[in-house]
């Protein structure tokens, strides 16, 4: 294996760095609610995380150069659907900039207000506890108000820049 600690003075490649850190599968999900206007706003986010048991809350990391999370933010509330393999074109929709993502995804509004993903293998909802700077990421996050999962199903992961499904 190649030497992995560079000197102190010298900066870590940012193309080095992401595809290190791409050897770590993750999950992907959905961050959405619904908006003032009644049309959901949301993102696709593979930065999600348990946090805390008491309280209740989970993280994510949302980039800050995203257009959906300062409505989702004005809102203060949200779900994370963890999306199934079956859920690539999902995925694929709400990671993109544009104006009707939602157009070809189906979804439902909860009893909280929020964005839940048909077929998702799982929803935690969400009220907005803080969000932090770090670097060009803001850390999320939120308190558990609500929780639903399915039996069956696969994971939709993410590893070295591509989705992989995994049989579990």
């Known amino acids: 294996m190649e030497r992995l600690n560079p000197p ?16 770590f599968a993750s999950g992907i999900t959905v961050v959405a609610t619904l908006g003032d206007d009644g049309q959901p706003a949301g993102l696709a986010c593979q930065s999600f995380a348990s946090l ?16 959906s999370w300062p409505r989702i933010e004005a ?7 963890i999306l199934a393999e079956e859920h690539r074109d999902t995925c694929a ?6 104006p009707d993502k939602f157009a070809a995804i189906d979804w439902n509004t909860s009893p909280h ?5 048909e077929g998702a293998l799982a ?10 700077e770090a670097g060009d990421h803001l850390v999320v996050t939120g308190r558990v108000r609500a929780l639903a999962a ?3 199903g696969s994971p939709l992961l993410y590893f070295r820049s591509a989705y992989a499904a995994g049989a579990f």
Do not use: N, Q, W, Y
């Not at 102190?8 to 050897?23: H, K, M, S, T």
């Not at 809102?75 to 659907?81: K, L, P």
């Not at 929803?123 to 932090?132: G, K, M, Q, R, S």
């Open 8 to 23: 102190r003075d010298r900066p870590i490649d940012p193309a080095a760095f992401r595809e290190i850190v791409g050897r």
């Open 52 to 67: 805390s048991l008491d309280p209740p809350l989970i993280m994510l990391c949302v980039g800050k150069s995203s257009t």
């Open 75 to 81: 809102i203060g509330r949200f779900a994370v659907s």
């Open 93 to 98: 929709a709400l990671g993109r900039s544009g």
């Open 113 to 117: 207000g929020t964005v839940h993903i």
């Open 123 to 132: 929803i935690v909802d969400c009220a907005l506890e803080a969000v932090h």
């Open 150 to 152: 399915r039996d069956d």
